[in-house]
């Protein structure tokens, strides 16, 4: 088993910055991409950010330029830095892992953290 555990969420002013945390334990060999999704109120989960073993990544239009993904290796652990936050950024947040085991692949979440951006 694998768990995902996230930190960093909460609320915070449109302008403002927030960092969040996911760290990954349990049966791991290899964790092939980490990333977050998130969902806001009455909306679908999107993809935020993703980043793979070899540090290549991949965001969403709307948060470019603005938020920054990356990864400590030898801490299984997935950071995504938030900056200049608006209010349609207002959402649960969910970390997100694909991670080999004994060479069987599988995609894990976290539980979610509430990120809120007032306005």
């Not at 999107?46 to 938020?67: M, W």
């Not at 970390?95 to 599988?106: E, H």
């Amino acid at each position: 088993q694998v768990q995902l555990v996230e930190s960093g969420g909460g609320l915070v002013q449109a302008g403002g910055s927030l960092r969040l945390s996911c760290a990954a334990s349990g049966r791991i060999s290899s964790i092939i991409t980490m990333g977050w999704h998130r969902q806001g109120p009455g909306r679908q989960r999107e993809l935020v950010a993703l980043i793979n073993s070899g540090g290549n990544t991949n965001y969403a239009d709307s948060v470019k330029g603005r938020f920054t993904i990356s990864r400590d290796n030898a801490k299984n652990t997935v950071y995504l830095e938030m900056n200049s936050l608006k209010p349609e950024d207002t959402a649960v947040y969910y970390c997100n892992a694909l991670i080999s085991w004994l060479g069987i692949r599988k995609e894990y979440w976290g539980q979610g953290t509430q990120v809120t951006v007032s306005s």
